[in-house]
């Protein structure tokens, strides 16, 4: 059974950092995209950052260049999203995603084939 777990969400202040990590489990994804999405209260889900296999290529939503960054470590089936800087739109369930195609960059909610459970990122004004 392939499962993704996130990790690190909770409360900052603005201004504030946190690191979330994605463990992946069950499926070696490092020939796959994996991606950070988040979904605030009352709103759509958004792709925040996306990480191609090699770990080459990224992508992020335009708010968050510059405060955040996507790695990932394919030794340990795993990827990481560093934000800095946070603000109080910054609030939201994080997802991790992957796609279970190989080689190729995916930043689309509906090309993930697999999905964690999300975890929360609240930031304080």
């Known amino acids: 059974q392939v499962q993704l777990t996130e990790s690190g969400g909770g409360l900052v202040q603005a201004g504030g950092s946190l690191r979330l990590s994605c463990a992946a489990s069950?499926?070696?994804?490092?020939?796959?995209?994996m991606a950070w999405f988040r979904q605030a209260p009352g709103k759509e889900r958004e792709l925040v950052a996306v990480?191609?296999?090699?770990?080459?290529?990224?992508d992020y939503l335009d708010s968050v260049k510059g405060r955040f960054t996507v790695s990932r470590d394919s030794t340990k089936n795993a990827a990481y999203l560093q934000m800095n800087s946070l603000k109080p739109e910054d609030t939201a369930v994080y997802y991790c995603?992957?796609?279970?195609?190989?080689?190729?960059?995916?930043?689309?909610?509906?090309?993930?084939?697999?999905w964690g459970k999300g975890t929360l990122v609240t930031v304080s004004s």
């Open positions: 069950g499926r070696v994804f490092s020939r796959n995209t």
């Open positions: 995603a992957a796609d279970s195609a190989a080689y190729v960059l995916d930043r689309s909610a509906s090309s993930m084939d697999y």
């Open positions: 990480i191609d296999w090699s770990g080459s290529a990224t």
